[in-house]
């Protein structure tokens, strides 16, 4: 599975299984932290979060119960960098997962592997000062989807 982009700044994806398949949180920056295990985000998974550095690098994950797995996250890419602002409209464990995140600086791909057999779903999260003139753009290599903007403005937590 990869998660590739243009010009985007990617804050956190959660990964939410379908049936028994295994789960993930994952907090990208390190600035403010990583959200608590109460915290499911709009992907209603609560459990630990793995934080990974923003820049390139392979970082292996815990699932949500804080169990070690065989499951890494890669940032590949020309460079990518950590970028982080406090955001007025978040606070507490929104604050953790929007307010720092990766800068790609051009075209970046960042790679799950190591999981189970089954189909998963992926939950991304974008923020960023950029977005109205280079939009957040994911795409899921093999997904019947789409590439897909993801953004907008902050709705509150």
Known sequence: MKYSSVFFLLFASTLGARAS????????GS????????FGAAAGVAGVWNGVPASQGTSPLLDVTGTPTNVTLHCSGPSST???SNNPGTSGDDQSLMDDSSDPLGFSTWT??????????????ALGARQRVLPPLVS??????????????WPGG
């Open 21 to 28: 398949a295994q789960q993930f949180d994952v907090d990208v």
């Open 140 to 153: 899921v290599t093999g997904s019947p989807d789409p590439a897909q903007v993801v953004g907008g403005a």
């Open 112 to 125: 799950f592997a190591g999981f189970a057999a089954g189909d998963y779903v992926l939950y991304t999260y």
């Open 31 to 38: 600035t403010y932290g990583t959200p608590s295990s109460a």
């Open 82 to 84: 950590e970028f982080f």
